[in-house]
């Protein structure tokens, strides 16, 4: 008997390469699989590669503070009035030259410059990349958690600066920089990097928040390599976890304070809300995106803006909160609808899980 061809149906599809539990995939391999598959663009790729960078150094730098003498106050005040910290000043150039070396960023803002820095044009590109290079710096003296915050922003409206009317070139700078960071629409990346008894990098490309861990490599010690550790981060729908600095309690207003005055009564358990505050803002995302919660700084009597600010704080963080599925509010509107005015605009934040943040608009309302 002669042997019949087969053949497979049109409709069969080839199964999908389970992964090994042993298989690591690294930023680097993350990143260039996002720019093969059309997610980002090349010059994308190298900015956010540029930023893992300023991240491993300011980690390596962190874990030695106190051997080489980096700790405590530097002597000067930054735009906000804060006092700064060597390592404050020490990884905004990191930042800075690592962005400036990637040959793709167009505008720099960082939380730590009076105004926003224009790239030579020899070495500039498009992105415009707003960042805290160290937040939660009142913690390095004590090597408690710190970390950075970024947000890139889009080429696809040009920054172009004009200077036809009587606006100073800082002036036309920031104008022109406020008009296209516009967190609910410009956004194309944004993450942190959390310094703490293990060092994570927390990225979105809005398709999602994944988390990468840093481990020793052989090959460069100093600084490691970024593991790909959590995929698909889904913060909790609720969490009896609540972050305030409730040193401010009596410059709140009166709903605020009752919704904190109901948090602390024992629920149907009998326990009450757990309180966990950090000084990090970083470090209380980061809790909240893995076990739920509600962070809050709110407006207060001397701080009636806020205390964080806009583009460097609350729009990354809110932008990788949306994309774990949960919300951010200012305690009227979404933190993603608020149109910047100012580079350093504050703003009030309060940021978790679903059903926690929408307890407390029930509040203020």
């Not at 405590?72 to 404050?88: M, P, S």
């Not at 970024?150 to 036309?172: I, K, N, W």
């Not at 932008?319 to 605009?345: M, N, S, V």
């Amino acid at each position: 008997m002669g042997l019949e061809a087969t053949s497979t149906p049109a409709h069969t599809t080839k199964k999908k390469k389970k992964k090994s539990r042993y298989e690591m995939e690294n930023l680097t391999t993350w990143l260039l699989k996002q720019e093969q598959a059309g997610n980002i663009d090349a010059e994308l790729t190298v900015v956010l590669s540029s930023i893992s960078l300023a991240c491993k150094q300011i980690a390596s730098l962190l874990q030695r503070s106190s051997i080489i003498n980096i700790t405590g106050a530097q002597g000067t005040v930054n735009i906000q009035g804060e006092d700064q910290k060597k390592l404050d000043v020490i990884s905004n150039e990191l930042f800075c030259n690592c962005l400036r070396s990637s040959g793709r960023t167009g505008i720099i803002a960082s939380e730590e410059e009076d105004v926003p820095v224009a790239v030579e044009e020899t070495y500039s590109g498009n992105y415009i990349v707003v960042f805290d290079p160290i937040d939660g710096s009142a913690n390095i003296d004590t090597a408690l958690t710190t970390g950075s915050i970024f947000g890139v922003y889009g080429p696809d409206q040009p920054c172009l600066v004009d200077l036809d009317d009587d606006s100073t070139l800082d002036q036309a700078k920031e104008k022109c920089i406020v008009s296209v960071c516009q967190p609910g629409s410009n956004l194309l990346a944004a993450g942190y990097c959390l310094y703490s008894s293990s060092v994570f990098f927390t990225i979105s490309i809005g398709s999602g928040v994944l988390g990468f861990t840093l481990i020793p490599n052989t090959l460069d010690p100093a600084y490691g390599e970024f593991v790909l550790t959590h995929e698909n981060i889904r913060i909790p729908k609720t969490s009896k976890i609540y972050s305030f600095n409730e040193g401010n309690y009596d410059l709140w207003d009166e709903k605020l304070k009752k919704y904190l005055d109901d948090l602390r009564k024992p629920g149907l358990n009998g326990k009450p809300y757990s309180g966990r505050y950090i000084g990090c803002l970083v470090g209380e995302i980061h809790r909240m995106l893995l076990v739920g919660g509600i962070y809050g700084n709110p407006k207060n009597k001397n701080a009636k803006n806020g205390n964080l600010r806009l583009l460097y704080e609350c729009a990354p963080m809110s932008y990788l909160i949306d994309q774990a599925g949960r919300k951010a509010i200012d305690g009227c509107q979404r933190i993603l609808d608020i149109t910047p005015e100012q580079i350093h605009q504050r703003t009030p934040i309060f940021i978790g899980s679903l059903k926690e943040v929408e307890k407390l608009e029930e509040y203020l309302s």
